[in-house]
């Protein structure tokens, strides 16, 4: 996927009749149309954007990107460097970022030369940045294997979003979703999650009280658990990147004993879930694990899950045309979701030539809003935001280029 921003429209407050707050990106019809997405990827020239070092290190030395201030303790030690010595590299590595042993200048010079014989500093490799008429960024990176895996950056007026990845490809295989046509070829691991946002940060220099975090990018979170689960404590670290756990949105499409295991974290995320139907019969389809974990298993994990007095849960719904959009589904929604503290969020189907599925009319989508809203239930609907560079939800697949994920599976070949 990858995400944007949602308070365009506005729910009336609880009232009965809704409201419509257009903002200046806002207009009807949304531009969600598959020519359109596919359109205008022509890659950002590489002077632009290549401001940061990323180079992929090729000396086979170990990076340090991904070790925790435990695993440095150790060096340290192994070292016969005070402990002290660790939180320096440290905050180096993940609060200055630093990539040069040379600009560790509160080392001791025969220290860096010894840790840059031993360690290299690296993160994923950017290959590509494509820049949307919005203002929207996707990166096209790639790791050891020549695995290759998709980020945004989504700026806003008030925050920037980082939509990151955690697998390549997605092996659950939603039907409206462009990642899930991709081969699964493996997960993300902790220095490489990490790593994609480390070089974001560097090239937008996003200051960290305007970030936003949303692990929707390509793969499921929760079937990458304890890389995923590293990476999160790397990025909230006070001593390091120091982004607030509430800044940090996982979205799962339903993975009951990750939700149940995320539960008894010490850290815990924001949470977004994945419903994107009313009925086992649709979600079945549109979202194969639903027969291993369905709706009532799913809202029942829900229910147990740990929030704090004015935290909720955000219920995505990806609306496709004549498959979830009736009134009736609006209706069952309102009655799923009673008594979960929680929003929704709209999301109109971002139309693909690898998805045979349509997006509803402007009137479908406002009416299935309205329905949520006179239940009082607080419902967005989610603008598409670098849809013209392939960035928007479900769009990340690493296409349109001389080699990689760009070739459609081959049941999709016209
Ligand atoms: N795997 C996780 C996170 C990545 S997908 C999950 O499924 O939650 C992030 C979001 O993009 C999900 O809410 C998903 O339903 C949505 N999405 C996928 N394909 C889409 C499409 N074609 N149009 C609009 N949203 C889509
Ligand atoms: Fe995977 Fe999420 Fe896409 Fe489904 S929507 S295929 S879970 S990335």
Redesign the pocket.
């Known amino acids: 996927?990858?995400?944007e921003k949602v308070d365009l429209v506005t729910p009336s407050g609880g009232g009965s009749t809704s409201k419509l707050v257009t903002g200046s990106f806002f207009q009807w019809p949304l531009d969600?149309s598959a020519e359109k997405s596919l359109a205008k990827n022509v890659p950002v020239p590489i002077s632009e954007w290549y401001g940061f070092k990323v180079k992929v290190e090729t000396s086979g030395k170990e990076n340090l990107i991904g070790a925790s201030l435990g695993d440095l303790e150790a060096l340290a030690v192994e070292l016969a460097e005070p402990r002290f010595r660790a939180r320096q590299i440290y905050a180096n590595l993940y609060r200055r970022r630093l990539g040069d042993w040379a600009l560790f200048t509160d080392l001791a010079k025969p220290l860096r030369e010894e840790l840059g014989q031993r360690f290299a500093i690296y993160y994923p490799e950017a290959i590509q940045v494509f820049q949307s008429s919005d203002g929207t960024r996707r990166y096209l990176f790639e790791v050891a294997g020549g695995h290759r895996f998709e980020s945004v950056f989504i700026p806003e007026e008030k925050r920037d979003t980082f939509c990151i990845s955690?697998q390549v490809g997605?092996a659950?295989e939603?039907l409206?979703?462009?990642?899930?046509k991709l081969p699964m070829r493996g997960n993300l691991s902790a220095a490489e999650i990490v790593g994609q946002l480390l070089a974001l940060q560097q090239d937008r220099g996003t200051d960290s009280k305007r970030l936003n975090i949303?692990?929707?990018?390509?793969?499921?979170?929760l079937l990458n658990y304890d890389n995923v689960m590293k990476a999160l404590r790397l990025m909230t670290d006070p001593l390091g990147m120091s982004i607030s756990p509430r800044r940090i949105t996982?979205?799962?499409?339903?993975i009951v004993p990750g939700l149940e295991r995320l539960a008894h974290e010490d850290l815990i995320p924001n949470l977004?879930?994945?419903l994107?139907a009313t009925t086992d019969e649709v979600r079945d389809k549109l979202?194969p694990i639903n027969r291993k974990w369905n709706i009532a298993a799913l809202l029942e994990a829900c229910r147990k899950f740990p929030l704090e007095p004015r935290q909720r849960i955000t219920f995505?719904?990806?609306l496709i045309q004549e498959v979830n959009d009736t009134p009736e589904d609006a209706l069952r929604l309102v009655q799923l979701l009673k008594g979960l503290k929680k929003k929704v969020?709209l999301?109109?189907?971002?139309?693909?030539p690898w998805?045979a599925?349509k997006?509803p009319s402007e009137e479908r989508v406002l009416a299935f809003q309205k329905i949520l809203l006179e239940h009082h239930l607080t419902a967005y609907i989610?603008r598409?935001r670098g849809n013209d560079v392939s960035a928007?939800?479900?769009?990340l697949a690493g296409r349109n280029q001389p080699t990689g994920n760009d070739a459609p599976p081959p049941h999709l070949t016209p």
């Not at 949303?214 to 979170?221: A, H, S």
């Open positions: 996927m990858a995400l969600t955690t997605c659950v939603c409206f979703c462009v990642t899930g949303v692990i929707m990018g390509m793969g499921e979170p996982l979205s799962t499409s339903g977004a879930i994945s994107n979202i995505e719904y990806v969020n999301i109109p189907l971002n139309a693909d998805v599925l997006t989610r598409p928007a939800c479900g769009m």
